[in-house]
C-alpha cells in the first residue's frame, strides 16, 4: 500500500530535511572504471561502491549510507534511476546530502530537486502487518547508459525501547557483486560494542583518538557469493559482521518482559471462559482449551508502528477490539493461563534463523515471533496462538520448534532449546486402482489419505476457508489436468480425529480415454504420485559443502493396489537407500493373479542430512522421480491378453521416469504441503 503523507512548506517532508554530509563521515573517493570486472556486472549495472558508517558519539545514533551504480545497458538505467530512503517517523530522521548523475567530467545534482515524495509504503499488507514506515522517494530523470548514479544519506535515531543500544548485521558479499563494499563503526572509546564475524569477512582497522575508536572493514572486488540451494534457511553462508551493544541474553528479557506484565482485572467475558476451563479435569486440557479459545477469538493483525512492533497492548484494548499480533495473543494466553495456575510464560524466537541462534551475539533485534512456553506435569510445550485453530490434545498439537527461544520469566537469562520436532507418521496414502478388460473401459482410481499432526492441522484449516466443496473441486481439476474426463463419484472427509489430530479423506474417480496407444496393439496407462514425489527438491551435481536442509521430520508412505480384470505377472522388486537420517523403500510384488501391490515410504528423521551424504540425497530424488507406474499390456480383439503361452510375458510393468507437467507439480506442492 502507497499512501501520500502531507509535508510542511519548505521541508521535504516531516523528518526529512537537506544538510551536508556529516563532518565525521569519511566520503573518500572510489574507482570509477570505463570498463569494469563482468564479474561485477548485473542487470545492467556494476554497482561501485556499498558504504555504509555509523557513529554513535553524538546524542542520536548516525547511519551514514552512500551507493553509486554505474550505468551500462538501458535496463540498469531503469533500476537505478531513482532515490529511495525508509525510515520510521516515530523515533527517526532523514537528512538527505547529496542525489547526483556523474557523466564523464559533469556532476548533475538532483538534491534540489522540488519532485521529492514521501509515501506510507505497508510492504507487508497482505499479510495483515502494519508498521507505519515512510519512504522518501526521487525518481532521477534523464539517466543514461555510461552514467553513475550515487547518492547519500543519513539517518538519525534509534528505537527508544531499545534503550539506544546499536546492533545490525552487515554484509560484504552479494550475489551480484560489488566492487567496493565498506562498512565503519565510530564509537567513545568507553562504550562497547560486541563484534562477531562469520565466513571470514575483511580484517577491521583501528584508529583512536580524543576518545573515539574507529573501525574500519573494506571488502575491494571480492567474489561474487553464490550459496548452496537447499542448505538450512539459518545457516549464515556469506561473510557478515554482527555488531551488538547488548552485553547479554538476561538484558535482552528484562526489556521486554515488563510488557507482558499486567495488573489490571481480566474482562468479564475471559473470566467466564476462565471458570468453564478451570472445571477440566487436568492441566493439560485446561492449557489446550485456553490455547483454543485465544486461537478463535482474536483474529490476527499486527499494528506495528513506533513500539507496537516490540510491546504488546493492554489486555483490555486486545479483547475490546479482538485482534492482535503475536505478542497480543501470547499476552492473552499467559494472563488466562497463571489465572489456571498453569506454569506459562511468552518467549521469544526468530522463525527463520533460530536454529543457529546461540551463535550469535546477545541482541534485542535477534527475534521476530512471540510464543508461548507453557510447562505441564514437568513438560515443556511450545505453543503458537497465532497458529489457525487447534483443537486436538495437548500432545497432539503440533508445536513451535524453531531451535533456540529466550523466555521472558523471572531470572531468564540464556536462551533454551526447543527440542527437536516431533516424529510423527504424517501422512499415510492408499491408493486403488482397478482396470477394466479392455483400454476402452474407464479406469477407477480411488485415494484414500490420512494426514495427521501439522498436515492435519493444514488441511482442516484449508477446509475451514474454502469449504469442503470449494477444495475437492480444486483437488478435482488437478486430475483433470492429468486425465482431462477425470469424473468424481465421491470426495469426503471419511474421519476426523479432533484429538489425536488425524484426519482421513478419500476421493474416488473414474477416468476414461487414459490408456495411450503405444502402437503395436501396445496401450500404456500412468499412475501419478500427488504425495511423496514432490516433498524434495532436486539437488546440483558436485561436492557438497553444507547440510541438506530436509524439512518437517516424520514419515510418508504411500500404497497403490492394482485390481485387474485379466491375469497380470509382473516381476517383484524391491528397493532401499539408506542415510544416516533418511530412509527411502520402494517395492512392487504381486498378492493374485489379478493383483499388485507397490508401496512407498520415507522416514525423515532430522531437519538436514550431512553434507558428505549428497550423493545418497541425489539417488533417493532420483527414484522419487520415478514413483509413477507405467501398466502396459498388449491388446487382441479389443481386450487385453487374458494368458499366453508358457514363457511368455502377460504383461510389463516397470518402474520409469515419467516428468509430470510443472503445472501437476506444483498442483502437487498445494495440495498437499511441500516439506
Given amino acids: 500500500m502507497d499512501q501520500a503523507v502531507s509535508v510542511e512548506p519548505g521541508q521535504i517532508a516531516h523528518g526529512v530535511t537537506r544538510a551536508p554530509a556529516p563532518a565525521w563521515a569519511d566520503v573518500s573517493p572510489y574507482a570509477r572504471p570505463e570498463k569494469p570486472n563482468p564479474h561485477f556486472v548485473a ?127 552487515i554484509g560484504f558479499e552479494w550475489p551480484h557483486g560489488v566492487v567496493d563494499v565498506r562498512h565503519r563503526l565510530r564509537r567513545p572509546a568507553t562504550r562497547a560494542v560486541g563484534v562477531h564475524a562469520v565466513n571470514n569477512p575483511p580484517a577491521p582497522t583501528l584508529h583512536e583518538a580524543d576518545g573515539v575508536v574507529t573501525q574500519t572493514w573494506r571488502a575491494v572486488e571480492r567474489e561474487n557469493f553464490k550459496g548452496e540451494p537447499l542448505a538450512p534457511p539459518w545457516l549464515l553462508q556469506r561473510a557478515e559482521v554482527q555488531f551488538s551493544e547488548w552485553r547479554d541474553w538476561a538484558e535482552v528479557a528484562a526489556v521486554f518482559a515488563p510488557g507482558y506484565v499486567e495488573e489490571s482485572a481480566l474482562p468479564a467475558e475471559v473470566e467466564t471462559e476462565i471458570a468453564r476451563i478451570a472445571a477440566l479435569p487436568s492441566q493439560a486440557e485446561q492449557a489446550a482449551a485456553a490455547l483454543l479459545f485465544v486461537q478463535r477469538s482474536i483474529r490476527y493483525l499486527a499494528i506495528a508502528m513506533g513500539d507496537g512492533g516490540f510491546v504488546p497492548r493492554p489486555l483490555g484494548e486486545i479483547w475490546t477490539t479482538r485482534y492482535g499480533d503475536c505478542k497480543d495473543k501470547v499476552k492473552l494466553y499467559v494472563a488466562i493461563a497463571r489465572r489456571l495456575g498453569l506454569d506459562a510464560c511468552p518467549a521469544l524466537v526468530n522463525t527463520r534463523e533460530g536454529e543457529g541462534l546461540d551463535q550469535w551475539l546477545p541482541s534485542g533485534l535477534a527475534f521476530d515471533h512471540c510464543i508461548v512456553r507453557a510447562n505441564v506435569g514437568g513438560k515443556i510445550y511450545w505453543l503458537d496462538p497465532t497458529c489457525a485453530p487447534q483443537p486436538s490434545d495437548l500432545d497432539y498439537i503440533s508445536q513451535s520448534c524453531f531451535g533456540w527461544a529466550l523466555p521472558l520469566k523471572p531470572g531468564a537469562d540464556a536462551l533454551e532449546a526447543m527440542g527437536a520436532e516431533v516424529y510423527r507418521h504424517n501422512l499415510e496414502c492408499n491408493e486403488w486402482i482397478h482396470l477394466g478388460e479392455s483400454p476402452d473401459a474407464p479406469v477407477r482410481y480411488e485415494w484414500r489419505v490420512t494426514s495427521r499432526g501439522w498436515r492435519a492441522e493444514e488441511l482442516r484449516t484449508r477446509f475451514a476457508r474454502e469449504g469442503e466443496v470449494g477444495l475437492f473441486k480444486m483437488y478435482a481439476e488437478d ?38 496407444n503405444q502402437g503395436d496393439a501396445r496401450f500404456s496407462f500412468d499412475t501419478m504420485d500427488f504425495f511423496i514425489r514432490a516433498i524434495f527438491f532436486k539437488l546440483d551435481p558436485g561436492p557438497r559443502k553444507h547440510p541438506i536442509y530436509l524439512g518437517h521430520v516424520g514419515k510418508l508412505t504411500r500404497k497403490v493396489e492394482v485390481q485387474t480384470a485379466v491375469p497380470w505377472t509382473v516381476t517383484p522388486w524391491k528397493r532401499r537407500i539408506n542415510a544416516s537420517v533418511l530412509t527411502y523403500e520402494a517395492e512392487l510384488r504381486q498378492t493374485s493373479t489379478h493383483m499388485f501391490e507397490m508401496t512407498h515410504s520415507l522416514d525423515i528423521r532430522a531437519w538436514t542430512l550431512p553434507a558428505e551424504e549428497a550423493e545418497k540425497y541425489r539417488e533417493i530424488v532420483a527414484q522419487l522421480e520415478m514413483s509413477d507406474l507405467r501398466l502396459a499390456n498388449q491388446v487382441s480383439g479389443g481386450k487385453f491378453v487374458g494368458s499366453l503361452k508358457e514363457g511368455e510375458s502377460t504383461s510389463l510393468w516397470t518402474l520409469i521416469r515419467w516428468l509430470i507437467p510443472a503445472g501437476l507439480i506444483i498442483a502437487a506442492l498445494v495440495r498437499y504441503g511441500a516439506q
Avoid at 551507493?67 to 545497458?73: F, T
Avoid at 525510515?87 to 538532483?110: K, Q, T
Fill in 43 to 169: 542487470g545492467g549495472i556494476c554497482t561501485l561502491l556499498d558504504d555504509t558508517q555509523v557513529d554513535l558519539t553524538g546524542p542520536d545514533r548516525a547511519w551514514f549510507s552512500r551507493h553509486a551504480d554505474l550505468v551500462l545497458a538501458g535496463v540498469g538505467a531503469e533500476r537505478v534511476a531513482r532515490f529511495d530512503a525508509v525510515f520510521d517517523p516515530n523515533y527517526e530522521r532523514i537528512e538527505v546530502h547529496f542525489i547526483r548523475v556523474l557523466r564523464g567530467a559533469e556532476s548533475i545534482d538532483h538534491t534540489l530537486s522540488t519532485g521529492f515524495e514521501v509515501m506510507r509504503r505497508e510492504r507487508d499488507l497482505e499479510q495483515l502487518k502494519f508498521d507505519g514506515r515512510l519512504s522518501v522517494h526521487l525518481t532521477i530523470p534523464d539517466v543514461r547508459v555510461g552514467d553513475v548514479v550515487e547518492f547519500a544519506y543519513t539517518t538519525y535515531g534509534m528505537r527508544p525501547l531499545l534503550g539506544d543500544r546499536h546492533a545490525c548485521w
Fill in 479 to 516: 486430475l483433470q489436468r492429468a486425465w482431462p474426463k477425470a469424473k468424481a463419484v465421491k470426495q469426503e472427509i471419511m474421519r476426523d480425529d479432533v484429538a489425536k489430530n488425524e484426519i482421513a479423506t478419500i476421493e474416488d474417480y473414474t477416468l476414461s480415454d487414459v490408456w495411450a
